[in-house]
């Protein structure tokens, strides 16, 4: 079973310096032996658990409450403060659509590149490109430089490049809400298809999204995980949640009109 | 960490630096007409500036004198394209990580590349000057040393160097946006002291061994020794600069990957 755990995290906690001054920064690099120059804010304490192959694992939250910090942690791209996680075979995440796309370069060439940064080989790439052009449907502005694209289209290639990118694990933070609809559509149907081999990790408050893909859910709420079980419960859940603070709120601001 | 390390991250991520180079020098001159062509008539209409005023408006240097007014501007253009390619590299190096912000936060981009696409984008220019200088060479001497072909072996040790020089100046720039402001007001006064508008033999024999300690003046010398003199570099010198230049790679590269996953929080 233990052979099969492609993602784990082990009490990953993220904190990140907060300081006060801009010069500060420097400091703590010169000095940081003897002196601290910040206050450490943490963003993530104690997030643990694990994703088996071929599970499809949503995470949901409010806005700031980590989910961002943890994809980042779980891609590589940033250092958890404590704890530990270990990722098996090649990961494609799509954190932002277009992120490092060349407006001067054609859609071509930076379908090139998004591949390589991806850690494709060129020649990989190059076997995939027709495909790419046809799963982004940006027809022949695909040899045009991406200044020319509106932001439907560079957004539908980017998507085209990660889908094409023979992943083994797919990490997704809500770039699912821009293009039209049938795209969009294009998309779920892409990671519906992706979700019968490969594993999946993606935040979203698409709930319904998340309710018809995902095996199970994480709620991440301030920091830490408030609930981890299948995706039915925890969806639930969260509405509860979510609904009765807007009721809350409604209540309150119903008797703030009343009072005043 | 063995000394091969940064050679083994660089062909892992060969692809990616290949791609990235492609788009630098593909967006460097498009949407202009004359397109590459400017390349060549940047480092043509410098020669020919020196060459012109040298001989017209300010004295020659003692060193120079019996070579004459066309060789004296090959030496400076020899300097010149060393010094540019440094301080290209000095002036960028500082800003590449913010100028990759995006990337870097939001893909799995590893940021150590973009040393290596910094310095071989800055080279491919320095070539090309390195062309012009070849042709003028022919021109007015009718021959090229053939200490021409070690060239080889003082310019990877100078592309190492500024690699490292890269990665230092990339790593310290991203907690402070004041290194590329250090870098605008120390480079030139750098120039100075690297002799470029003279010789090393111009400078008073007890502060010779001082201007020694400038890597890129002993990178300025040897280079004019295979390019120009038919010499071969003192050997001294030429260990000591081709040492000094292996630990800053090898020390700037650590530094950056020990610093690496931090970045991403600060920029």
């Known amino acids: 079973m233990s052979s099969d755990l492609v993602i784990s995290c082990d009490g990953v906690g993220k904190a990140f310096q907060l300081y006060m001054r801009r010069n500060d920064q420097l400091k703590q690099a010169i000095f940081g032996h003897w002196k601290q120059f910040y206050r450490q804010h943490w963003v993530l304490r104690d997030v643990s658990f694990k994703v088996h192959r071929g599970e499809k694992v949503g995470i949901i939250g409010r806005n700031g409450a980590g989910k961002t910090t943890l994809l980042q942690i779980i891609c590589g791209i940033t250092r958890p403060t404590q704890g530990n996680v270990n990722v098996v075979g090649r990961v494609a995440p799509i954190l932002a659509l277009g992120a490092g796309f060349d407006l001067e370069l054609t859609g071509r060439e930076n379908a090139l590149i998004g591949g390589a940064i991806l850690g494709m080989r060129r020649a990989a790439v190059e076997a995939r490109l027709d495909a790419i052009a046809a799963f982004a449907e940006i027809g022949d502005f695909f040899y045009q430089p991406l200044k020319m694209y509106s932001t439907g289209m560079a957004a539908r290639l980017a998507f085209a490049v990660c889908a094409h990118a023979d992943a083994d694990i797919l990490i997704i933070d809500e770039a699912l809400s821009v293009g039209d609809a049938a795209f969009a559509a294009k998309c779920d149907a892409f990671i519906k298809e992706f979700a019968t081999q490969g594993t999946i990790l993606v935040v979203s408050h698409d709930l319904e999204l998340l309710a018809t893909v995902c095996d199970r859910v994480i709620w991440i709420e301030d920091g830490a995980v408030r609930k981890l079980g299948t995706a039915e419960h925890v969806i639930a859940d969260y509405r509860k949640s979510v609904e009765g603070r807007a009721a809350a709120k409604a209540l309150l601001l119903k008797r703030a009109a009343a009072s005043s | ?267």
Not at chain 2, 35 to 55: C, D, E
Not at chain 2, 115 to 131: E, G, K, P
Not at chain 2, 254 to 260: D, L, S, T, V
């Open chain 2, 1 to 267: 960490m063995t000394p091969l390390t940064p050679f083994e991250n660089a062909w892992h991520y060969r692809e990616l630096i290949r791609a990235v180079v492609r788009r630098e020098l593909a967006v460097r001159f498009r949407g202009s007409i004359l397109g590459w062509l400017w390349a060549i008539f940047g480092p043509l209409v410098m020669l020919s500036a020196y060459t012109v005023i040298f001989s017209n408006a300010v004295g020659v240097p003692a060193s120079a004198k019996q070579g004459g007014v066309g060789s004296y501007a090959l030496s400076i253009f020899t300097g010149l394209i060393v010094f540019n390619l440094f301080s290209e590299l000095a002036y960028r190096s500082p800003g590449l990580l913010h100028e990759h912000a995006a990337v870097i936060k939001k893909s799995i981009f590893p940021s150590e590349t973009l040393a290596w696409t910094a310095a071989i984008r800055a080279s491919v220019y320095a070539l090309i000057s390195l062309a012009v200088l070849f042709v003028f060479e022919l021109a007015l001497t009718f021959w090229l040393p053939p200490t021409c072909l070690l060239l080889p072996f003082v310019v990877v040790p100078f592309f190492l160097f500024l690699l490292g020089i890269s990665w230092f100046l990339m790593a310290l720039g991203s907690f402070t946006r004041d290194v590329a402001y250090l870098m605008i007001s120390i480079v030139p006064v750098f120039m100075f002291a690297t002799p470029i508008f003279y010789s090393i033999e111009d400078v008073p024999p007890h502060l010779r061994f001082y201007v020694h300690f400038n890597p890129i003046g002993n990178y300025v010398e040897m280079i004019r020794d295979v390019v120009l003199f038919n010499r071969f570099p003192d050997a001294l010198l030429y260990l000591g600069t081709v040492g000094g230049s292996l630990l800053v790679f090898f020390f700037s590269y650590r530094f950056f990957m020990q610093y690496k996953a931090v970045f991403v929080d600060v920029i």
